[in-house]
């Protein structure tokens, strides 16, 4: 949370996860190499360093496929919440990886003396109406320079000054980033490299992408549950299908989703997103008393959605009551920060 702006800061977490993630990046490319190299021997420096472009341009395709698998995975199970802590670390890092797989592609020009014709590829404009033959760099490019938004616009910083909404908007840009680099592969090196493993990496990231997408879609549809009984009131359950010190998560019929938490025989319903990046708060758990986001930790009180002092940040709170045993919430937002949660006689 912040007075005005606070930067999520460093922790030890964070640099287990930055190691292990250096340590895959380098394992990764390592044996892509090692392998490479065993099975065809380079024949010429130009040669050895396509394998070097090769291996950096998969582990991004790799990385980018995990970044976007993260946030159903996290969906799915809470197992995966780790991984998604430090998730602007993975897109920084997948940005570094494709930007040196340019760079080696940059180097594979020069050592031939070359580098002329890059340009001169890029800007043969005929070409872009072609669909074999097409400049499949300036695919590459596009989709660089949407991870280098990402990455520069990634600190805290710049979700204080861009508001939450407009960040996330920008973070969802790396989707079409992904279909860029999909498309920069089947109609580049797909067309000449015959191997099945091309199109295979593609169909398997593609296709991992969007099962999770849908799995955790329909799994939240069916987990929501919440469903109108009385007019303007959503029945979300008995209190104690509340899991103690945890949330449910409801929808109401404008979509916004309000999550139901329970602590003890208290009941609160606040808006599920976090007003740091609108991490999903029902997922969250409460911690020494706050409402605590499963994401960076940002923390609310329950009584009214309100950060704890001296942190400023105020959530939208819904009205709720226990009606024939059931807990339900009305649907219609409160101003943030208005105090709403209440008490249920345990039985
Ligand atoms: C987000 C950015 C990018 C990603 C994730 C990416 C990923 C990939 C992948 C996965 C391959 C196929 C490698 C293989 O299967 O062997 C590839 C090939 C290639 N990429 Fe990229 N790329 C990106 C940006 C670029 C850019 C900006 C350029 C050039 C301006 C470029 C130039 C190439 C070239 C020349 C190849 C073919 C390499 C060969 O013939 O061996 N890429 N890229
Ligand atoms: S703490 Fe970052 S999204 Fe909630």
Not at 181 to 208: E, N, T
């Amino acid at each position: 949370m912040s007075v005005g702006f606070r930067a999520v800061q460093w922790n030890r977490d964070k640099v287990v996860y930055d190691a292990i993630l250096l340590a895959g990046v380098i394992a990764f490319i390592g044996t892509f190499l090692f392998v490479s190299f065993s099975l065809h021997p380079a024949k010429d420096s130009p040669d050895e360093i396509d394998r070097f472009i090769r291996a950096f341009g998969v582990c991004a395709f790799a990385m980018l496929t995990i970044v976007l698998s993260i946030g159903p995975l996290a969906r799915l199970s809470p197992r995966f919440l780790p991984l998604l802590y430090n998730r602007r670390h993975f897109g920084v890092f997948t940005f570094i990886v494709a930007a040196l797989h340019v760079g080696f592609m940059i180097e594979w020009y020069g050592v031939q003396g070359n580098l002329p014709n890059l340009l001169v590829e890029l800007m043969t404009w005929a070409d872009y109406a072609r669909f074999i033959g097409f400049p499949f760099k300036a695919l590459g490019i596009a989709a660089l320079l949407i991870l280098f938004v990402m990455a520069a616009t990634s600190h805290d910083f710049w979700l204080g000054f861009l508001t939450p909404p407009v960040w996330k908007a920008i973070h969802m840009a790396l989707y079409v980033a992904y279909g860029l680099v999909v498309l920069h592969v089947a109609l580049g090196i797909m067309q000449y490299d015959r191997s099945p493993l091309i199109p295979a990496m593609l169909f398997v990231g593609f296709g991992i992408v969007t099962a999770l997408h849908i799995a955790a879609g329909v799994r939240e549809r069916w987990r929501d549950g919440g469903r109108v009984i009385s007019p303007g009131w959503i029945a979300v359950g008995p209190p104690q299908s509340i899991p103690d010190k945890g949330a449910r998560i409801v929808t109401a019929p404008d979509g916004e989703r309000i999550a139901v938490f329970r602590d003890g025989n208290r009941i609160g319903a606040l808006t599920n997103l976090c007003a740091h990046q609108n991490g999903p708060l029902g997922e969250g758990r409460i911690i020494d008393g706050c409402i605590t986001c499963p994401w960076h930790g940002y923390q609310y009180r329950l009584e009214d959605g309100c950060a704890p002092a001296p942190f400023t940040e105020k959530l939208t709170t819904y009205r709720v009551r226990i009606h024939r045993g059931f807990v339900e919430v009305d649907p219609v937002p409160l101003p943030p920060g208005t105090p709403a949660a209440i008490s249920f006689a345990s039985p």
